[in-house]
């Protein structure tokens, strides 16, 4: 299986109830993306700050959440096993921002090592 990915949004609805990760996120970049999935049969799935790579339909509470730099070795290993787990042959990684900033780096260094198979 191969998939659509990013990293997910600090702007986030704040409902009490948990919501589809898709929902939670204010992002037209991930809304975007989750229709160009649905059209071509590409699930998206959200690398979060808190929970790891998630179906954008997983719910989820809302939580404020930045990934540091210190965590990414471990949320690479998790999201790793997670794409083992799921299958996942190929992974199609979106960013909004042509140049990475200090704030979304660890989460494509962590798409980087878990797709390379060395999260370590």
Not at 55 to 72: F, G, N, Q, T
Request: proline fraction near 8%.
């Amino acid at each position: 299986m191969r998939i659509l990915c990013s990293y997910c949004s600090a702007a986030k609805r704040r409902d009490a109830d948990p919501l589809p990760a898709v929902e939670r996120y204010l992002s037209d970049r991930l809304r975007a993306l989750w229709a160009a999935g649905r059209a071509s049969d590409r699930p998206l799935h959200i690398l979060s700050g808190e929970f790891g790579l998630l179906p954008a339909e997983a719910p989820i509470p809302w939580y404020d959440h930045l990934l540091a730099e210190r965590e990414a070795a471990a949320m690479a290993a998790r999201v790793a096993d997670t794409l083992r787990d799921l299958g996942v042959t190929g992974v199609e990684y979106h960013t909004a921002r042509p140049v990475i900033a200090p704030d979304i780096a660890p989460y494509l260094a962590v798409m980087r090592a878990a797709c390379a198979g060395d999260p370590e």
